[in-house]
């Protein structure tokens, strides 16, 4: 199973029903009046620190280099151009591009999942400026767990560029959820009009919710869950940044984006960073096995039916340490 798994990730790197619950979200023994960061020197100012507690997200402005950003764009066109190909790597089309006429190049594509093989783009993973604001969060043992670079397309006329409220967690069997924290970092001005992420401040306090696909009339992108019942009436923020700004958070934390009403792609970067002392959790019986099954038959495509993997198989098989030890993948 190992081997055909690592033919399917490209690893690399040593390393409905009824009664469905939440899967725990918690593991800690929390000492301290601070759940969500650690108590070790950081780079965090005690302000930051506090809003991130409270709001279960926090901005750092021009965090990442004009530079680095242009590296990663330039990757992205040769990964679309198939110049270079990426072990492992997910390349999406929109519902609504994949269901029109041929669209060639980059165009065509929504977003590159799983780059973690491919140095280049794994680069963004490793910046010392991101990984320090990590670091804050998490601890000094942390891996890579899911990547992707979002190219959100002008929308098409059909709403399906937008993403959906969810909750990150519920794509993951691991926790404990505090120690997961997301980077995700504009590599142009994003704003309302071109689908910047709107968050709702505080609900990282909450619980793990159901999602299920939307019924939204035009489509919805592969995996593109939301929380069921969604409830508008939320506050919400919209998250305006510009390149390079960088947004921090929390797996719990409610958020999605809206509609690209502009005539260009809005790209991101983005890493799902876990503490290398988290454990894997069972998700059968959970609202996540809807996810669960999904991600499985779509590998089970890949490596053949016959091939025993579960859930957490496949999130070992993804994931790279980027600092500190790995006790999470060596558990399993
Ligand atoms: O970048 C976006 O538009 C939203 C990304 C997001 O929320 C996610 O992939 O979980």
Redesign the pocket.
Known sequence: MAERLSVVFGHLHSRNGETIQSCPVSGLDIGSHFQYTVDKPSVLTQEQRKFYEDNGFLVIRGLVSEDNLDIYRKRFGEICRQDVKVPGITIMRDVAIAKSEFVPGEKAITKLQDFQNDDVLFGYCCLPEVVTYVESILGENMLAMHT?L?N?PPDAGKKTSR?PM?Q?LHYFPFRPAERIV?S?TAMQRVNREN?C?VVVPGSHKGQLLPHEYPQWEGGVNKMYHGIQNYDPSMPRVHLEMEPGDTVFFHPILI???GMNRTKDF?K?I?CHYASGDCHYVDVSDTTQSVIADEVLELVKKRIGDGVQVDFADIWKFKSRPVKGEDHLNEKL
């Open positions: 992707m979002i959100k993403h969810h990150d997301c995700w689908g992420l958020h999605g984006s809005r991101s983005s």
